[in-house]
């Protein structure tokens, strides 16, 4: 089975930190790795696919690494609208199209 | 500009059926596959299901499979699920997603909230 593991699952930081998360593959994606921004009573948002691309009107606080297995997006210097929940998923129209468990970040 | 508009979610009974329904409008409906994920109320996300944009192959999540059913009317550019046998877990919101990946075309409805409880 597929799975994709985030770390930390909350992580509490202040505004103007660096914010540092982790999503782990069972086996390789290669670079099919997305990243979600999700608000409360919000549909999720777009920042990042194919591990390393910022999605349209996405800030350049945000940044993606890695291939493979292991993945990081990056939140240089938080403001205050950043403090959600982020999802990785593998990103494809064919299984499996697994997302991670979630990090929530919060003010610390 | 892409809208997606998820319609058909309520109250169910335990073993009842409900169809949710999807709107799209913005971009040629037949050229993309289509989506759905839930969300469980305080949970995360969960890839259900997908369609091919000739309605020709789907795809199921094991939690899912043989009890919903996914269909697409390209002609009203439309996007269904079919959910027989619901069980109080699959109690969430359903969204409907327009996605292409590979690129930065990813676009979500609002979702439609399933409560199945007695």
């Known amino acids: 089975e597929f799975v994709l593991t985030q770390s930390p699952a909350t992580l509490s930081l202040s505004p103007g930190e660096r914010a540092t998360l982790s999503c782990r593959a069972s086996q390789s994606v290669s670079s099919n790795l997305a990243w979600y921004q999700q608000k409360p009573g919000q549909a999720p948002r777009l920042l990042i696919y194919?591990?390393?691309n910022r999605a349209t009107a996405i800030p350049a606080r945000f940044s993606g690494s890695g291939s493979g297995t292991d993945f990081t997006l990056t939140i240089s210097s938080l403001e205050p609208e950043d403090f959600a929940v982020y999802y990785c998923q593998r990103r494809s129209n064919w299984p499996p199209i697994t997302f991670g468990q979630g990090t929530r970040l919060e003010i610390k | 500009e892409v809208q997606l508009l998820e319609s058909g979610g309520g109250l169910v009974l335990p073993g009842g059926s409900l169809r949710l329904s999807c709107a799209a409008s913005g971009s040629t409906f037949s050229n993309y596959a289509m989506t759905w994920v839930r969300q469980a109320p305080g949970k995360g996300l969960e890839w259900v299901s997908v369609i091919s944009g000739s309605g020709d192959t789907t795809y199921y999540a094991d939690s899912v499979k043989g009890r919903f059913t996914v269909s697409r009317d390209n002609s009203k550019n439309t996007l269904y699920l079919q959910m027989n046998s619901l069980r109080a877990e699959d109690t969430a919101v359903y969204y409907c997603?327009?996605?292409?990946?590979?690129?930065?075309?990813?676009?979500w409805g609002q979702g439609t909230l399933v409560t199945v409880s007695s």
């Open positions: 997603v327009k996605d292409l990946p590979g690129t930065t075309f990813n676009y």
């Open positions: 194919d591990a390393s």
